[in-house]
Each structure stands twice: as C-alpha cells, then as structure tokens.
C-alpha cells in the first residue's frame, strides 16, 4: 500500500486577493486516523489533514467557501467529511461516496449534513468503472434530491463511455480537467473529445483543477494554462476549481497552494470569468438551497 507524501507545510501567500465567497470545489479532509480510520480496503494512506488544517489553509489563502470531495481512502464512511461540514458553518458542502445498500433514509441523512452529489471513480489505476448496476441505481436514487455526481474519470475513456454520458439524468463533473496530459498538446484526441462533451451535453460540468497532475513541464505548471481556458470557452457556467487539497498520490512537484491560486488568476484576467468559476457556478450546484 502506498503512502502519500505530506502537502507543503508553509503554503505561500496569493498575491491575488479571491472575491468573497470564493469556492475551492475540490478538497479533501483526511483522518485525524484516530477519529475517523482510514478504510482497510483503501489503495493509499495519505498523511492526516483534518478540518482545523483545511480550514486554516483557506483562510490564509482567500477562500471563504469549500466542497469536500470525500476519496477513496476513507471508502464509504463519510463520517470525517460530514463532521467537517457541521463545524463550517455552512461555508462547506460535500460530495459523498456511497455503497451498495445505501437507503433513501440515509441519503436524505447526507443531504441534511450538507452532501450535495456522489463521486463514482472509473480510472483504471485506482480500480476502473464502478458496478455499473449499482451506479445506475444510486444516479437514479440521487435525481429527487437535486444532487449530482462527480467522476474521476480520463478523457481518454470518453470514446468508451460517450453513450452512458449523455444518458445520465443529473449533472455530471469529470474531475482534474480529464486527467489530460499536457504535453501532448490542445489538439490531442482526448482533450478534443472532452472539449466536445463541455459544448455538446448541458449536463456536463469539469473542474479546471490539478495542473500538476496534467502537467508535463512541471512547476510552476504554466502548461496548463490553456487547457483550463479552453475549457472555460466551452462552458463558462458549467467549470469549477479547487485547489485538490491536500494533493494525494503527487509523484512529483508537490504544489503549493498560494502558487495554485495565483496560477489560476494568472489564466483567467478576466475579472469576470473568476467571478462565474469560483463563485457564481458552485453557488448555483452547491448552494441553491
């Protein structure tokens, strides 16, 4: 089982001042492990960061708002997330993971803690697609409650799974920008193909976030600029960011946060295209109620 390294523990200030209400989309609370134990199934064991540290670090960088993505390591028990959500004070909201077996009861018990979506992982090194009758049955569980639901998915598999995305019946978000790899340029078979969900399916949203994860160059990750903008061309009410803190399974180039912030004001001038990303599109999926 892997370990994943620690996040940088001193994260630079952003020179760019968030607007309030300002929303990391994707962020992680993992552990303390003597609270809330990491799953015995999980494929890594990322360090401790707990909603002190999380919310420590959004308020150093500008951030007043937050979806916590709950991850694989903690499996189904979204005991750590949820906790985390009630000590926000409404600033937070999660999306879930959910097991076979789960009951309209406790869905409507997620929903009363702040879950607004389910997240479903499809990519092949952390397992592949999910069971998909299970998948078919929780999306259609989730539609009455006005939830969405979140793929950690490669764009390289879009080809593969083009007809079950457009069938589904609530809005859908393909993590990390499709996982593309930067390197291999805008005209890439994998990205043309996302970039033509983004415009052709209203139900598809994308978060413009992990630029280390997409990048070829490395710090200070510039080479993922332009795809974060051609997808916010694509679909500018349907894009989200997040810092994906505390950035579990880095190989290389651990990033720092104040470096994430600026990097996105770096990509997107236009005051107000950050309004629409950070702000007015994750008020509209998380916060409409």
């Known amino acids: 089982m892997k370990t994943c390294r620690a996040p940088v523990d001193h994260p630079s200030k952003p020179a760019w001042t968030p607007p309030p209400l300002a929303c990391d989309a994707h962020c992680h609370v993992f552990g303390p492990a003597d609270r809330f134990p990491y799953a015995p199934e999980r494929t890594y ?33 979204n005991s750590g997330m949820l906790d985390a959500i009630a000590r926000s004070g409404g600033a937070y909201r999660g999306v879930a993971m959910v097991k076979p077996g789960v ?5 409507r018990a997620l929903h009363a803690g702040g879950v607004r979506g389910i997240r479903f992982n499809f990519v092949h090194h952390l397992g592949g697609a999910p069971d998909m009758g299970f998948f078919h049955e929780a999306l259609a569980r ?31 978000i393909i993590d990390h920008m499709g996982r593309v790899k930067a390197g291999e340029g805008l005209a890439q078979p994998a990205f043309v193909q996302l970039l033509d969900l983004m415009r052709r399916n209203p139900k598809a949203w994308v978060k413009v976030s992990g630029p280390e994860r997409i990048s070829t160059a490395g710090v200070p990750f510039e080479d993922a600029m332009p795809y974060s903008r051609a997808l916010a061309e694509s ?55």
Not at 48 to 69: N, Q, Y
Not at 273 to 287: F, G, H, Q
């Open 142 to 172: 989730i539609a009455p409650l006005g939830w969405h639901v979140v793929l950690h998915f490669d764009a390289e598999d879009i080809p593969e799974h083009r007809a079950l995305l457009d069938a589904l019946p609530v809005p859908f």
């Open 45 to 77: 064991t990322p360090p401790d960061a707990g909603f002190e540290r999380l919310s420590a670090l959004h308020r150093h960088l500008g951030l007043s708002r937050a979806v916590l993505v709950q991850a694989s390591c903690h499996g189904s028990d």
């Open 235 to 289: 679909a500018p009410d349907r894009v989200l960011w997040g810092t994906d803190f505390p950035h579990p399974n880095i190989a290389r180039d651990m990033p720092d946060d104040g470096w994430l912030v600026d990097l996105f004001a770096k990509t997107f001038p236009d005051e107000a295209m950050r309004r629409r990303i950070l702000v007015d599109n994750p008020s509209r999926l998380y916060w409409a109620d």
């Open 103 to 107: 009951t309209d009861e406790q869905l």
